[in-house]
């Protein structure tokens, strides 16, 4: 053991079943003891070493895992720190458990440095888990914690990259600064915790900026006899580490140019002081300086903008630079002096956002800021900045603004759709809950309620209209005039009212029942119970929208609905949508309608009326309800579909001596809703008063809500039954069923008469016959005299009561009459063959609507590819979008196109779940991929993505499928088109489909420029992937290639790599630059320098690091570099060096506006991939510029470049780009000038060639 320090474990440890292991690495981790509990004796001889240490008095410290998981691995340790030596405890469990580790009488040479913790009482933990886990249903990420420190490394990349997360819970506008460190305490690397992170945001961790991406820089010169070391993550301020790695030794060892920090400009200025005193000098700016630290210090502590460099420009994105990081570090007084000093050079955008940004941070944003963000380089975090602080506003004006300000922001960054999309939902809902609050509150305030019903429904249609098209416009669509309906057979009813019995009954049940009379699948889900609407929208074609209020969900599934033509319809079975004529006087109520409920039916009829607006159909029970509906939907078509038969339904035969015998005579009024106590007693009490007194035989039951004359109660109270309202409908139908005469008694009045016909169809059943209002629907329904009576006053209901009382003959005769009528009319089977009639009506439209667009008989294209914008991601994102363009242009009579991708955003929440929105009119299908996946970009099959695949399949119906990149989709969607008996072809864009690495390039930057020919053979592997695995894929691959009906490659060359691979039946057409790009010829006069750029920064398969390497071996003075670095966000912008050679640093460049500011602000464009480029579109795109380009030998279609003037072809080396550099160097105005280069291939040209392609396929 170690000295006098020894660490000590409690026996009762071993008592535990889900004890595996316990590991004690002793001195210099060179001894190893593993105790089992399987071994006895290795047990034995560790109670001893605890026996004797115990004697010794020695203690440590408690040890709880916080987040321990039941059936997942733990990973927990101690480590402690001798100089160079480590001592570590290492822990291996199950489950949740308590350790008890005490230490008493360490040596003070010993420096403990526990993992996490204050003092001597600390918690450790680690969990060995890549992704997020659910808790309780709660998401938990990885994390540590001190005090109020939360963090996580979470993973080194393949490209050497640490990644994880830190923030104080405390401070949360605090960004802390991570190191990464050696075994021995060597700085690796260092940055701040200051990117954003949806899954941060989404746990609750404050606003998610508390990422970091830390690019190591190893030496392994350092680690000779060592292939893998431990670097960890640490957090200098706080003394914490976030937790450790392991790492391969062998790599390419990238040295990364340094963006201007405090220290590197001091490094800066120890180097060129004098220099930088001398330009100053001849700006005009005479200062006293003795050493670079006096310089320094007079930038940081003066007021005066001192040159550092002899341009402008240089100056304000140096300015800038430092003062971001100032920012990060909270101190916003110097980053707003530096700030100022980066305007002063230049106005700069960025430096005006920064400034904008510290106002945010102190909360004291003002219109000044928004004004910033109408600049056109700004980062899209201005707008989410701004959205923050309006939609916290109760101003409704600040609310409409934080709206407009996501859909402008999502207008200008596109890349960045799905941050603005989840900010909208959230926005709209805030607006639509708070318009719904003002307006029933306004209802109260008002007396006048018409004039109040009429301003509501203003703002209600006004804040629907605006959500609906905030909807809209951020998926790209628009509402489609036609109806486009597939698939008939199923109906999806979306209901509201349930809690109401009779209106469930009626509308829904029913409803389902009689749709599978005629073998129409029926699904129903609750109107609040509808969250993901892209499951729903995929499968039905038919909507039917029954009884319910807009909720946000609403309008969304609307919005999408009516745009993808399919077919929306609103039913409702009463007149509480108009505005006119409901709700009736509050006294018509009886009472049984308070104040404040009877101004809740003010304002749910207005968001009746607002949501039947924005649907298709309508549907109602009733003809004059269907003549009132009809005025609102958008088609003008309602439908009508009444209240019939159902299983509830009691049915009674009674014959002729039944009625002849009945001396006691029941009449009979039952009332299930609550707004016709006022009807009753105007017009049917009066004639119920006359017949009880003349007749003793006569009774009155009364059911449901009805409220009496006391008096009237008291004149008949052996006459009157009062029943109640009950819910079990077999007690309501048997009582009826006793009943002799019943009333159905409404006034003859807009809304009345747009109720149903029910009493009489129920009273019709029992075989009882019916005294009807005069309304509008009875009028329609009851044929006078036959089946019924209408009557139109009081001394009408009399009359009939009357006759009917003293003639029983008369009684039966008109209860036979409706008995046989309802049963002919109102039956399931008739009811059934009527739903069926509007289903036929609604598809004859569609096809009368669809004629036209299918005389045209396009063939339907499925482009498939694993993004598309706009999300614009990777090369061969942009050829299939120029695909997508040339082919719609060049051939609009001929092809339309349907797209399948993916959500490139990580979100591990629901899995292969789809969405759709419209791009150039081309409905595109996103779905979401399984992130949880490791390798996800090397899975090549996958059936859950395939079954998602087969449903696009069979709602678009393609005559053909295109695939072009499909990582992350898998090979496993052409297989279900291969199922499917539907053609596809394959581009091939990269080596997915033969080799593990995609650009033919490891992770230690080893180049396999054939592939591997042989799959058998040794070679490297991702990790976690057996040469099994890897033949598997392979084969799988090749057997997809072999079902294509044609597969191409970008060039004749990368189609040679294919063809070596077994691939023989490849072809070749080449890629070219777009036609829809305005190419613009370079202008670099704002430096005097040639300006070398390279567009894809820090990719080890595009030579950058080989391009860095030449860089600082020759050290030119004429030459300053512009890069790309698409890991930044569009519009950043730094100052870095390589040695002493500026470098600006861009972040991601949207591809149309790459020639504005990329290819027209550098001289020579730098490309010397070290993989088989397939095509090397970019510097071709350079040279449309007017640029000079460096590619590698390796590039496709290498002839393009030679023998042109302006293009250098090297064996991509340090040696071969440090002799260009050079000459460039020396001839600086040589390579300012612009080259001309004429034949440079189009996408049109390609897309000429891929439809003589598709033509041959589907033989058009």
Request: include cysteine.
């Amino acid at each position: 053991m170690v000295g006098n320090f020894f660490t000590y474990l409690k026996i009762f440890l071993f008592k535990f079943s889900f004890l595996n292991t316990i590991v004690f690495y002793e001195k210099n981790l060179s001894k190893l003891l593993s105790i089992s509990k399987d071994n006895e004796k290795h047990i034995i001889k560790f109670k001893r070493i605890l026996l004797r240490n115990l004697k010794e008095g020695k203690y440590l410290l408690k040890v709880t895992p916080l987040y321990a998981l039941n059936n997942m691995a733990i990973d927990i340790f101690i480590e402690y720190k001798d100089n160079s030596d480590i001592y570590r405890l290492n822990l291996n469990q199950y489950s949740r458990f308590d350790v008890e580790i005490n230490l008493k009488n360490i040596p003070s040479n010993i420096k403990i440095k526990p993992i996490i913790g204050v003092g001597n009482d600390f918690f450790i933990k680690r969990m060995v888990i890549k992704r997020l886990q659910k808790i309780g249903g709660e998401k938990m990420l990885n994390r540590i914690k001190k005090k109020d420190i939360e963090g996580n490394f979470d993973v080194v990349t393949n490209d050497f990259i640490a990644c994880g997360w830190v923030w104080d819970k405390a401070k949360p506008e605090n960004r802390l600064k991570v190191q990464i460190l050696d075994d021995y305490g060597n700085i690796l690397g260092e940055g701040y915790a200051n990117n954003y992170r949806e899954d941060l945001k989404n746990a609750g961790i404050g606003d998610g900026k508390y990422g970091f991406a830390i690019d190591i820089d190893l030496e392994p010169s350092k680690y000779e006899n060592k292939k893998e070391i431990k670097v960890k993550a640490y957090v200098e301020e706080y003394k914490l580490i976030l937790g450790t790695h392991k790492m391969k030794v062998k790599r390419i060892n990238k040295t990364v140019y340094k963006a201007f920090d405090i220290n590197t400009l001091k490094n800066f200025i120890t180097k060129e002081w004098k220099s930088i005193l001398e330009l100053n000098k001849k700006r005009g700016l005479f200062i006293e300086i003795k050493n670079s630290n006096e310089l320094l210090n007079t930038i940081i502590s003066t007021n005066l903008p001192l040159f550092i460099f002899d341009s402008n420009r240089l100056n304000s994105i140096l300015y800038k630079t430092l003062a971001h990081e100032k920012l990060l570090n909270k101190d916003f007084i110097l980053a707003e002096k530096f700030l100022f000093y980066s305007l002063y050079f230049d106005e700069f955008p960025h430096s005006l956002e920064l400034l904008g940004n510290i106002t945010f941070e102190l909360k004291q944003v003002d219109n000044q800021y928004y004004k910033v963000a109408k600049n056109k380089d700004v980062t899209f975090w201005v707008y989410l900045n701004l959205y923050k602080m309006y939609k916290n506003s109760f101003d409704p004006e600040n609310i409409s603004k934080a709206i407009l300000l996501l859909l402008e922001g999502h207008d200008r960054f596109p890349f960045y759709s799905f941050y603005f999309k989840s900010r909208l939902i959230e926005i709209l809902n805030t607006f639509w809950n708070k318009v719904q609050q003002e307006t029933s509150m306004f209802v109260k305030l008002i007396h006048e309620k018409t004039i109040a019903k009429k301003m509501l429904f203003e703002m209600v249609y006004e804040a629907f209209i605006k959500i609906y098209n905030s909807f809209q416009k951020i998926y790209g669509l628009s509402d489609s005039p036609v109806v486009n309906v597939k698939n008939t057979n199923k109906v999806l009813i979306i209901a509201g009212s349930l809690d109401l019995p009779q209106c469930k009954r009626y509308r829904i049940e029913q409803k389902v029942k009689q749709f599978e009379t005629v073998n129409i699948k029926v699904d129903v889900i609750p109107y609040d119970k509808l969250q993901n609407i892209f499951e729903y929208i995929f499968d039905y074609d038919i909507f039917i929208f029954y009884r319910l209020p807009p909720t946000i969900e609403i309008i969304k599934f609307l919005a999408f609905i009516n745009a993808l033509g399919k077919v929306s319809i609103y039913e409702i079975d009463d007149l509480i949508f108009d505005l006119d004529n409901y709700p009736p006087l509050l006294e018509n109520f009886g009472g049984y309608v308070d104040l404040p409920m009877y101004h809740g039916l003010i304002f749910s009829s207005i968001l009746f009326n607002v949501i039947a607006r924005f649907c298709r159909y309508g549907l109602a029970s009733t003809t004059p309800l269907s003549e009132k509906l009809k005025e609102l939907v958008f088609s003008k078509t309602c439908f009508i579909h009444r209240n019939a038969l159902d299983d509830y339904n009691l049915i009674v035969k009674k014959n002729l001596k039944d009625f002849q015998q009945k001396k006691e005579i029941i009449i009979f009024y039952g009332s299930g809703t609550l707004s016709h106590n006022q009807d009753f007693c105007e017009l049917a009490l009066p004639a119920l008063e006359r017949i009880l007194t003349e007749y003793d035989n006569v009774k009155l039951w009364i059911g449901g809500y009805l409220r009496l004359p006391q008096e009237f109660i008291n004149k008949f109270e052996n006459k009157i039954v009062l029943l109640g309202f009950t819910k079990n409908l077999k007690e309501y139908y048997k009582i009826l069923s006793f009943a002799d005469i019943n009333l159905a008694v409404l006034y003859d009045g807009v809304f009345e008469g747009c109720k149903s016909e029910l009493k009489w169809v129920e009273a019709a059943c029992v075989f009882v016959p019916s005294i009807v209002s005069s309304t509008e629907t009875y009028r329609e329904i009851v044929k006078h005299g036959i089946d019924g009576f209408i009557a139109k006053n009081s001394d009408e209901f009399y009359n009939y009561m009357k006759m009917l009382i003293e003639n029983p003959e008369l009684r039966y005769e008109i209860a036979k009459n409706a008995h046989e009528r309802v049963f002919k009319e109102y039956s399931l089977d008739n009811m059934g063959q009527n739903l069926q009639k509007i289903i036929q009506k609604i598809e004859e439209d569609s096809y009368k609507n669809l004629t036209t667009i299918k005389s045209n008989n396009k063939k339907k294209i499925a482009l498939v590819n694993v993004y598309f914008p706009p999300e614009e991601i990777g090369g061969g994102t942009v050829v299939a979008v120029d695909n997508f363009y040339d082919i719609k242009r060049l051939y609009p009579d001929d092809y339309e196109f349907v797209v399948f991708t993916t959500q490139p955003h990580s979100n591990e929440n629901n899995p292969y779940s789809l969405e759709i929105y419209k791009y150039n009119d081309s409905n595109v299908y996103k779905v979401n991929p399984n992130f949880k996946t490791d390798n996800i970009d090397w899975i090549y099959n996958d059936e859950e993505m395939k079954k998602v695949f087969m449903k696009f399949l069979d709602i678009e119906k393609p005559d053909l499928v295109h695939f072009h990149a499909i990582q992350r989709l898998t090979a496993s969607i052409a297989e279900a088109a291969y199922e499917k008996g539907i053609p596809y072809i394959i581009t091939v864009h990269d080596a997915w489909w033969i080799s593990d690495w995609m650009f033919l390039t490891d992770d230690e930057g080893n180049v396999y420029p054939e592939g591997f020919p042989d799959i058998f053979s040794t070679r490297s592997l991702p990790k976690g992937i057996s040469l099994t695995q890897s033949v598997g894929r392979i084969s799988f691959l090749k057997t997809i290639l072999q079902n294509a009906s044609f597969v191409y490659a970008p060039s004749p060359e990368f189609a040679e790599i294919y063809k070596k691979n077994g691939i023989t039946w490849i072809k070749a057409i080449p890629n070219g630059i777009s036609t829809r790009i305005n190419w613009i010829l370079k202008n670099t006069n704002y430096t005097d320098k040639v300006v070398l750029g390279f567009s894809s920064a820090f990719a080890i398969h595009k030579g950058y690091y080989i391009f860095e390497k030449a860089l600082r071996k020759v050290k030119p003075k004429n030459i300053e570099v512009l890069l790309i670095d698409y890991s930044k966000l569009e519009n950043y912008v730094e100052l870095g060096l390589i040695e002493n050679i500026p470098v600006t640093v861009t972040g991601m460049i949207n591809r149309y506006k790459m020639p504005e500011k990329f290819y027209s602000k550098i001289d020579v464009l730098f490309h010397p991939s070290i993989w088989p480029e397939s095509y090397g579109l970019t510097p071709r795109e350079a040279m449309k510029c007017g640029c000079a380009v460096v590619v590698s030998q390796n590039t496709g279609c290498i002839n393009d470049f030679i023998g042109k003037e302006g293009c250098y072809i090297v064996e991509p080396t340090v040696d071969n780009l440090a002799e260009i550099i050079k000459k460039i160097d020396e001839n600086p105005d040589y390579f300012k000038k612009v080259f001309e280069y004429n034949g440079i291939r189009t996408s049109e040209e390609q897309a000429k060639e891929i439809v003589n392609v598709y033509r041959e396929v589907i033989k058009l």
